[in-house]
């Protein structure tokens, strides 16, 4: 029997390891798969070709591989040219943007630690270095490859899986004439891990940048102690910390972050710091802020009277038929507040950031720059085409799942629905139109499963959205609800009732999910109380005034306040007043923030031409 199944399922001929396209097996199940991985990367061949998928295999250190005399080797070689390398994929983009006259996309793909971030970074420098004959200058593509350092310092952490963790998804466009010369740069970030800032699990570190401030010149200026007194850091610096500091630094300046930027930076960051400590004490209504220096110095580096920003941390005062009501915080709301804060405040600057870099190397600016300074003798060239890099988070699946992990792994079905999209539906497609019988082809389809959380109105982000407008929802009530609409789908799960909290369960791709309910309503509401937002209007802080009197968009991106056009707006022909008030205006709930971010950047994508690089953790 084994010799008559040998004829129907001949092995290949081949040493295991040698075969840099593992499509071209002719015995292909998930353990030659993985055996042929793991042979190719005991030897450091960490890169493979599935078709055109590469599979990149994280070596954990660095391998002599990425010189520009290896950038130089791909270009414009075919993929069977030459060894895989992440430079074949850098490469296809590049050359397939000119010859196709099509914009590219590379989508990174993996769970934490597989190495997206390090593989973005080469891709964007492949490209960068591909393009430096371009028409606009040296300096534009410095400051491209600066990005990724500044984003790092501001988004990364270690947690426990990885040193250098990216805690925020972003895209990447790079923009270009139709020569093939870099324009400028475009950036879109997701789901910043906010409340990394004031807690992080054992063995975990607050994002690197914090650190960083204990490096500088002068920390007393930022009325800083040794890092090891601080609650929210998680830790003392590493040894490096000088030298990744002055990288920070460099990187600020070639992007174009003057001295008085950087001292808001850091002055916002001690000011974090500070409130970290700030501690209450008392019951119920009688709570009161424990002395100590934490709460005058978050002030000072704030610039606002520390008598109100105690009061806006105490209470909450409400106008009521003309009369002023203060309601006063339980220690527990008091500290909520407190957290509230510091996380507005790094998530807001790191906004803040992001639009700064947008608005420094958007491609109007650079022409503007190339004619002199001189608006009429810009060129006015509208980019060409664009190389979209995405680098977003890897399925999450912990002993104990929320919000943030809901968020994530819709993220991640939602780039699933992508890749099913352009490898079977659209293959299958084109075979159907050539005559070819396919109803035996068959492959998971996760649409239904998209459906149940985009739909409206009845869909898991509609029902979320939904109770949190209700002051008297619960967990409870929501999770009920989801009980009650979603008990006969087939990805749904309804959770016993003994776990002492609310939960419920998703059949994902990748695997089976139950989410812990807790927090799901005040965390999608996201709310900051009103007395805080008036004190931050008023800081002496450029940056923080900016970015509190800032209009926020529906997909959660805030355009701060010096960065909004002057110019009028105008309804039938005639200029009004701005329909948004920038004090009382509601936010979009993150829910609905996070829709809002995906549909866009799937949108884009769609208009791409896809490469994809899937990344393993060994």
Not at 350 to 373: C, D, Y
Request: glycine content about 6%; proline content about 4%; charged content about 20%.
């Amino acid at each position: 029997m084994a010799a008559l199944a040998s004829q129907y399922s001949p092995l290949p001929v081949h040493s295991t390891g040698e075969i840099d396209d593992l499509g071209k097996l002719t015995h292909l199940s998930a353990e030659t798969l993985l055996g042929e991985l793991k042979s190719r990367y005991t030897k450091d061949n960490i890169y493979t070709f599935v078709n055109d998928i590469l599979v990149a295999v994280n070596p954990f250190k660095r391998l002599p591989i990425y010189s520009k005399e290896n950038m130089e080797l791909y270009r414009g070689k075919k993929h069977e040219d030459l060894a895989p390398h992440v430079f074949a994929i850098s490469d296809s983009c590049f050359h397939n943007m000119l010859s196709m006259k099509k914009s590219q996309c590379a989508v990174i793909s993996g769970e934490s630690g597989a190495g997206k971030t390090e593989s973005a970074k080469l891709v964007i420098n492949h490209i960068i270095e591909l393009c430096r004959s371009g028409n606009y200058g040296a300096n534009l593509e410095q400051q491209i490859l600066e990005v990724s350092p500044l984003l790092e310092a501001f988004g990364n952490a270690k947690t426990t899986m990885n040193n250098n963790s990216s805690r925020f998804g972003k895209y990447t466009r790079l923009l270009f004439d139709a020569q093939g010369g870099v324009m400028g740069v475009q950036l879109s970030e997701y789901l910043l891990e906010r409340a990394r800032v004031v807690e992080q699990h054992a063995g975990e570190r607050n994002f690197h940048v914090f650190y960083y401030v204990f490096a500088h010149e002068n920390p007393a200026k930022y009325l800083l102690d040794p890092a090891a007194k601080y609650k929210i850091l998680g830790g003392e610096p590493w040894p490096n910390n000088a030298e990744m500091y002055q990288q920070l630094r460099q990187a600020m300046s070639v992007i174009g972050f003057g001295a008085e930027e950087e001292d808001q930076f850091f002055r916002i960051l001690a000011a974090c710091i500070h409130l970290g400590d700030v501690e209450f004490t008392g019951e119920e209504s009688y709570v009161s802020i424990v002395a100590g220096p934490a709460l005058g110095n978050a002030a000072t580096l704030l610039d606002v009277p520390v008598e109100r920003l105690s009061s806006a941390l105490l209470g909450i005062n409400t106008i009521t038929r003309g009369e002023t009501i203060r309601r006063l915080y339980t220690r527990a709301q008091a500290g909520d507040c407190k957290d509230a804060l510091i996380k507005a405040l790094y998530g807001s600057l790191f906004g803040w950031i992001v639009t700064s870099i947008n608005e420094m190397l958007a491609p109007e600016l650079h022409q503007k720059r190339l004619a002199g300074g001189r608006p009429g003798r810009a060129l006015s060239v509208a980019p060409a085409f664009e190389i979209g890099v995405l680098d977003i988070f890897g399925f999450e699946n912990f002993t104990t799942n929320s919000f943030e992990q809901i968020c994530i792994n819709m993220a991640h079905e939602q780039m699933q629905y992508f890749f099913n999209r352009h490898h079977f539906t659209q293959e299958l497609e084109a075979y159907v139109a050539e005559g070819v019988d396919v109803t035996k082809v068959t492959f998971r389809d996760n649409e239904p499963l998209l459906k149940m959380f985009l739909d409206k109105p009845i869909g898991l982000l509609s029902l979320l959205d939904e109770e949190s407008a209700f002051p008297k929802a619960t967990d409870v009530t929501f999770v009920e609800k989801l009980n009650q609409h979603f008990k006969d789908c087939p990805e749904f799960v309804v959770t016993m009732r003994n776990r002492g909290y609310a939960s419920f369960g998703i059949k994902h791709f990748a695997a089976s999910v139950e989410y812990n309910a807790t927090a799901f309503l005040e965390k999608n509401r996201d709310n900051l109380a009103g007395d805080v937002v008036d004190l931050m209007q008023e800081s002496g802080v450029s940056v923080v005034q900016d970015v509190f009197l800032g209009e926020i968009l529906n997909t959660g991106q805030i355009r701060p306040r010096a960065h909004q056009e002057d110019a009028p707006r105008f309804h039938r022909g005639k200029a009004v007043a701005s329909t948004f008030t920038k004090v009382n205006r509601k936010p979009p709930t993150l829910g609905q923030q996070f829709k809002n971010s995906l549909a866009i950047l799937i949108e884009r994508m769609n208009a791409c031409y896809p490469h994809f690089i899937r990344c393993i953790k060994p």
